[in-house]
């Protein structure tokens, strides 16, 4: 894992309307990209200050700190401006402290004495900034450690240890949460593992939809019914990969009637496997409803990580399973689509036929006796 962390950047507050927003939405997210002084106070703040909001004729913009600095403003106490780059030092030595020996369980207490700050304030901090607890960072960090163990062909007894679980129980109590499959299949590359699959035409080209014996481990679209399979096998090198369109056909029927806007939810089991992280942004994303959008930054305020804009883009991206978990509904607060790891032009057919379908249904609702009316 990279323990780089990401900030906002000028680029992404390109003008100042769009500052003037993150200032009245008090977007953390907004953070470092720039820095907005109040004339009539002389002080200068961070775009997430909890300070009583300026108006907006009184406002000035600045890049840095410097720049705020020579124009003759101070910082303010309440958000102090000047220690976001000691902020980020601080998580950074954190996630250096974690990475230094995968095998090490550090407490917050251990943790906190590394990098000279209070428990309680380092959780807080660590959280903001990264978007999980160090505990579930250090979780994902053993997970990542025992998949590389496995795929160099170690035995599960030796990437356990060399992981740091500590015992065989404790390993194989998280890790399936981690690999998606027991350690000893994920080391066969899904040997052993039996995966069916088929594929169908839509309205969006082609799906292709693949189940384990638990529920739905992949849907994914595409132009090309081989390289569908083709990535398939890949994901699943040694498992055994069954065509079987009789089986998944009442799940691509589900499918089918979502694209054709006769269907607003899904009745699909899935067996998909998550960070942390990555259950809280997926989770997120089901809960917005039909014939709606959200924003990068909102689905990042939602699961309780407002800093972590980036890691809830790189969350949608890694989604295996499209439509069931609706990554398309998220898009940039300035309402453009953004990607989408099946086609930005899927994604919009996606949104438009769902704001079809929604505000036909909300016109029936106010008419309902229209079409009686017309029979008449």
Same mark, same amino acid.
């Given at each position: 894992m990279n323990t780089a962390i990401s900030q906002a950047?000028? &680029?992404?507050? =390109?003008?100042?309307?769009?500052?003037? #927003?993150?200032?009245?939405?008090?977007?953390? +997210? &907004?953070?470092? =990209?720039?820095?907005?002084?109040?004339? #009539?106070?002389?002080?200068?703040?961070?775009? +997430?200050?909890?300070?009583?909001?300026?108006?907006?004729?009184?406002?000035?913009?600045?890049?840095?700190?410097?720049e705020a600095r020579a124009a003759g403003y101070r910082e303010c106490k309440r958000c102090q401006p000047g220690g976001l780059p000691r902020e980020l030092e601080i998580v950074n030595r954190a996630c250096a402290a974690l990475d230094a020996d995968p095998q090490q369980r550090l407490t917050l207490a251990q943790l906190s004495d590394a990098v000279h700050v209070s428990p309680f304030h380092l959780q807080r901090l660590f959280k903001r900034v990264v978007g999980v607890s160090p505990r579930q960072y250090q979780a994902a960090q053993r997970g990542a450690a025992l998949?590389?163990?496995?795929?160099?062909g170690a035995d599960v007894t030796r990437a356990t240890v060399d992981a740091g679980f500590g015992s065989p129980s404790r390993m194989y109590d998280t890790a399936a949460a981690e690999l998606g499959m027991a350690p000893s299949e994920y080391r066969r590359k899904g040997a052993g593992l039996r995966v069916r699959y088929a594929s169908a035409q839509t309205s969006l080209g082609l799906v292709l939809v693949a189940t384990t014996d638990k529920g739905i481990c992949k849907i994914a679209f595409g132009d090309n019914d081989a390289l569908l399979v083709d990535d398939l096998r890949n994901e699943f090198a040694s498992a055994e990969l069954i065509d079987d369109p009789k089986r998944l056909a009442p799940f691509i029927e589900q499918i089918d009637g979502y694209l054709r806007g006769t269907r607003q939810r899904f009745d699909l089991p899935l067996d998909i496997a998550a960070t942390a992280f990555q259950q809280r942004v997926w989770e997120a994303l089901r809960r917005i409803p039909y014939?709606?959008?959200?924003?990068?930054?909102?689905?990042?305020?939602?699961?309780?990580?407002?800093?972590?804009v980036r890691a809830v883009a790189n969350a949608c991206a890694s989604n295996p399973v499209a439509l069931a978990i609706p990554c398309h509904r998220v898009v940039h607060k300035d309402g453009a689509l953004a990607g989408y790891r099946w086609g930005v032009a899927r994604k919009a057919v996606?949104?438009?036929?769902?704001?079809?379908?929604?505000?036909?249904?909300?016109?029936?609702?106010?008419?309902?006796?229209?079409?009686?009316?017309h029979a008449a």
């Amino acid at each position: 894992m990279n323990t780089a962390i990401s900030q906002a950047t000028p &680029a992404m507050f =390109a003008n100042d309307d769009e500052r003037w #927003t993150a200032v009245l939405k008090r977007d953390m +997210s &907004a953070d470092g =990209a720039f820095f907005y002084g109040v004339r #009539t106070t002389g002080v200068f703040c961070r775009p +997430s200050c909890a300070s009583r909001l300026p108006r907006r004729e009184n406002v000035d913009f600045f890049a840095s700190t410097d720049e705020a600095r020579a124009a003759g403003y101070r910082e303010c106490k309440r958000c102090q401006p000047g220690g976001l780059p000691r902020e980020l030092e601080i998580v950074n030595r954190a996630c250096a402290a974690l990475d230094a020996d995968p095998q090490q369980r550090l407490t917050l207490a251990q943790l906190s004495d590394a990098v000279h700050v209070s428990p309680f304030h380092l959780q807080r901090l660590f959280k903001r900034v990264v978007g999980v607890s160090p505990r579930q960072y250090q979780a994902a960090q053993r997970g990542a450690a025992l998949r590389d163990a496995l795929q160099r062909g170690a035995d599960v007894t030796r990437a356990t240890v060399d992981a740091g679980f500590g015992s065989p129980s404790r390993m194989y109590d998280t890790a399936a949460a981690e690999l998606g499959m027991a350690p000893s299949e994920y080391r066969r590359k899904g040997a052993g593992l039996r995966v069916r699959y088929a594929s169908a035409q839509t309205s969006l080209g082609l799906v292709l939809v693949a189940t384990t014996d638990k529920g739905i481990c992949k849907i994914a679209f595409g132009d090309n019914d081989a390289l569908l399979v083709d990535d398939l096998r890949n994901e699943f090198a040694s498992a055994e990969l069954i065509d079987d369109p009789k089986r998944l056909a009442p799940f691509i029927e589900q499918i089918d009637g979502y694209l054709r806007g006769t269907r607003q939810r899904f009745d699909l089991p899935l067996d998909i496997a998550a960070t942390a992280f990555q259950q809280r942004v997926w989770e997120a994303l089901r809960r917005i409803p039909y014939g709606e959008t959200r924003s990068y930054s909102q689905i990042a305020e939602a699961v309780g990580s407002p800093r972590a804009v980036r890691a809830v883009a790189n969350a949608c991206a890694s989604n295996p399973v499209a439509l069931a978990i609706p990554c398309h509904r998220v898009v940039h607060k300035d309402g453009a689509l953004a990607g989408y790891r099946w086609g930005v032009a899927r994604k919009a057919v996606l949104l438009d036929t769902e704001t079809r379908r929604e505000s036909r249904d909300a016109d029936e609702a106010t008419h309902p006796t229209a079409d009686m009316d017309h029979a008449a």
